[in-house]
């Protein structure tokens, strides 16, 4: 028994069911092209999606399926139904790891284990949010710029250094914009150390903090000062790939000149066990490109 799985690009996933079925058959074909071409034995496709066995009868087909029926052609093969509860094979890589889970019940617990209930993380945000506002808020209230902007404004000035005032207001002695708590320079960094670096969120792109950040606060040029933490923030240099296309040297890799010279290997392992057997070998020519499958133990 042998697997071949592959994932579908972003076109393929809007296709209808119909479509995508096909698709299956037909990628099959071309991944053991060399195997399939060469027989002369009746190839007996099984599938679970019944209106595919009329397929090759079928008058009315679109530009793709005619794509699709000029490479099923050079086959010898036969389309028949099987429902997926009678075809227990199928998908067994995807179902690899639910039977290793069934084998244990403790097993199982421990893997879909809640860690933060849903209570636990809702008084975490609920929390860090109240306290980092209010701490805002206070050094709002205290802040030597923000007391130049609130007594620009208490002049009737229309703006003040780069910042138009049409749309600031004082409520209680505090600096809003907009609906927006105005954040006095000294806390842009403590801001965003509180938005940015803490677990819950995943350190988040740019995009999105600068979207967490204006829902409840405003300074002057924020999205210049999001941008550049988020450039200095290790974690994120560590665990993002990086666009840059220079980064470092790369070589290719030497072109074999004859076949079975240079083989790669793999291994599939932890299958459902098929005759004493649940590991596949893989060996393929660097060369010509083709595979064969040895049974393991």
């Known amino acids: 028994m042998i697997f071949y799985s592959k994932s579908m690009i972003l076109a393929e996933i809007n296709y209808h069911i119909y479509d995508k079925k096909l698709l299956i058959i037909v990628q099959c074909f071309k991944h053991w092209w060399f195997e399939l071409k060469c027989t002369e034995l009746l190839i007996q496709m099984f599938i679970d999606h019944q209106t595919l ?28 139904f099987r429902s997926g ?32 209930t849903f209570d636990k993380v809702n008084v975490l945000f609920i929390e860090s949010k109240a306290n980092l506002y209010q701490r805002v808020w206070m050094i709002n209230q205290t802040d030597e710029f923000c007391s130049k902007y609130r007594q620009a404004m208490n002049e009737n000035k229309l703006k003040f250094y780069i910042t138009k005032l049409k749309n600031c207001e004082i409520i209680n002695d505090v600096l809003f914009r907009k609906d927006l708590l105005w954040v006095s320079e000294n806390m842009h960094t403590k801001l965003l150390q509180e938005v940015h670096d803490q677990s819950l969120i995943f350190h988040f792109n740019n995009k999105r903090i600068i979207d967490l950040v204006q829902r409840f606060y405003y300074w002057s040029d924020h999205q210049a000062t999001i941008w550049w933490y988020i450039q200095n923030c290790h974690a994120c240099q560590r665990s993002k790939v990086s666009k840059d296309s220079i980064n470092e040297l790369h070589h290719s890799l030497s072109i074999s000149q004859k076949r079975w010279k240079d083989i790669v290997m793999n291994f599939i392992t932890e299958l459902s ?7 596949i070998c893989i060996i393929i020519c660097c060369l010509i490109k083709k595979h064969h499958y040895v049974f393991c133990h």
């Open 273 to 279: 066990l098929s005759e004493d057997y649940y590991v």
């Open 85 to 116: 509860k009678v075809n227990t094979k199928v998908n067994a890589l995807i179902r690899m790891f639910l039977v290793n889970v069934l084998k244990s019940a403790q097993h199982l617990e421990d893997c879909f284990q809640t860690i933060l």
């Open 53 to 80: 066995k009329i397929f090759m009868k079928n008058k009315q087909l679109s530009q793709w399926q005619v794509n699709y029926l000029n490479i099923l052609l050079k086959f010898n093969f036969q389309i028949i």
